[in-house]
């Protein structure tokens, strides 16, 4: 069966430092997979998505960069974190690019101070 | 611009009653839609979908509806359970024959639902 691991679970960074959420999917070949942040109060804002290796879609103009260094590795960073970096950071893969159905990893929680 | 809008920020209902969340959205593109549940500090996990070919889905205790022309879906869950109690997100997406890419989901921002003993 599949599974996806996010880390670390629990992040607390000063303002100016360095950022790098890692993702890794298990059991399957060729995923999507994806960045989500989740701020205080608001919806999943989908952050960066990947087709394939070394394949990166940004949808927001941010702080924040992605890298896909292996099929089933995903990595978000930062050169240097601000306070509105905070939220809740998720990692995603879904199998199909026309399937909705994607599976999330447990979370982030990145606190900016 | 929020695309897809769950007004209701949270919601309370007795066990055992009819849970009913609603779900509004603005772009005519989107085509496929999802209800995602989410627990305090886990990533939220698939519920139920509906394709815009259909305007009924139903699994179980949870049923999707579609209404295309409102631009509105609603997810009813009945009987509700105390374990139901979660954020309950609304996604909807283009199709990726339209986009040319990956499909994409748009996220509501979420409503509390809390199933009272």
């Known amino acids: 069966s599949q599974t996806i691991h996010q880390w670390p679970a629990t992040l607390v960074q000063p303002v100016g430092s360095p950022l790098s959420l890692e993702c890794t999917v298990e059991?399957?070949?060729?995923?999507?997979l994806y960045w989500y942040r989740q701020a205080a109060g608001r919806g999943l804002q989908l952050l960066f998505y990947?087709?394939?290796?070394?394949?990166i879609s940004s949808e927001v103009p941010q702080n924040l960069s992605a890298s896909r260094p292996q099929d089933r590795q995903f990595i978000l960073s930062s050169k240097k974190l601000l306070l509105s970096d905070s939220g809740f950071y998720l990692c995603?893969?879904?199998?199909?690019?026309?399937?909705?159905?994607?599976?999330f990893g447990e979370g982030s929680r990145l606190t900016v101070l | 611009d929020q695309q897809v809008k769950q007004n209701s920020p949270s919601l309370s209902v007795q066990e055992g009653r009819i849970s009913i969340l609603n779900c509004d959205y603005t772009?005519?593109?989107?085509?496929?839609f999802l209800w995602y549940k989410k627990y305090p500090a886990e990533g939220p996990t698939f519920l139920i979908s509906?394709?815009?070919?259909?305007d009924k889905n139903e699994d179980g205790r949870f049923t999707v509806f579609l209404n295309k022309s409102a631009k509105h879906l609603s997810l009813h869950i009945v009987p509700s359970q105390p374990g139901d109690s979660a954020v309950y997100f609304c996604?909807?997406?283009?199709?990726?024959?339209?986009?040319?890419?990956?499909?994409?989901?748009?996220f509501g921002s979420g409503t509390q639902l809390t199933v009272l003993p």
């Open positions: 996604a909807a997406s283009p199709s990726p024959r339209r986009t040319g890419s990956a499909r994409q989901l748009t």
């Open positions: 509906i394709s815009s070919i259909k």
């Open positions: 772009n005519s593109m989107f085509d496929y």
């Open positions: 059991g399957t070949s060729n995923p999507n």
């Open positions: 990947s087709v394939g290796i070394g394949q």
């Open positions: 995603a893969w879904s199998l199909w690019v026309d399937t909705g159905e994607l599976f």
